[in-house]
């Protein structure tokens, strides 16, 4: 497993290790990297805001937590800047230890398990990839400042949504310019 950068960490040590004991932590992570899908990301620098409310359970530590943050891109179409909040909830169980019952479930759901399977790690819990997760589910992989935006006009660079409805480029190609001048002055014109 990938070592997870230590800002994404809670130390758990205040928590009961006893069925039912519920604690709730309040955590401003500051992100070394950005955090989401390339065109649209929370920005290095910027701070994740995690509600944890953190319980215990007999395999291990159940996690519920509302992620806020601000992800910050641009349109693909129009290079407007294009902001998204992000609240999302997300739930986690984190095993104290492997589990040793995959045998009983379909191999479908072992699948998802050994995918999905948190582990504590002593009292540390590492919230990166659910607050990853979180965070890349909710951003789109082309952002557009409006479902519709018309982009560019590839002529002058204007946003089509700020230019004329009958907005155009003149522009005749010097060779068409001297043979319609041709054709005015040719003789077939004459009455
Ligand atoms: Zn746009
Ligand atoms: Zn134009």
Request: glycine share 4%; with cysteine.
């Amino acid at each position: 497993m990938a070592r997870a950068s230590e800002v994404f960490t809670l130390n758990t040590f205040e928590l009961p290790r006893r069925a039912g004991e519920m604690k709730e932590y309040e955590l401003d992570i500051e992100v070394p990297e950005n955090v989401g899908v390339p065109l649209i990301f929370v920005p290095a620098g910027e701070v994740i805001e995690v509600d944890a409310r953190l319980e215990s359970v007999t395999e291990g530590i159940l996690l519920s937590a509302q992620i806020f943050a601000t992800a910050k891109g641009e349109c693909t179409r129009c290079l407007d800047p294009v902001v998204v909040e992000i609240d999302k909830k997300v739930q986690e169980l984190y095993n104290y230890s492997a589990k040793v019952t995959r045998a009983k479930k379909s191999s479908d759901e072992d699948d998802l398990d050994l995918e999905e399977e948190l582990m504590m790690d002593g009292d540390i819990m590492d919230l990166e990839i659910p607050i990853r997760d979180a965070i890349v589910l909710e951003l789109p992989f082309n952002p557009l400042c409006t479902p519709d935006c018309l982009g560019l006009c590839p002529e002058c660079g204007g946003k089509w949504a700020d230019l004329a409805a009958d907005h155009a480029h003149e522009t005749i190609d010097a060779r068409w310019a001297s043979l319609a001048a041709l054709e005015i002055d040719s003789p077939d014109f004459k009455n």
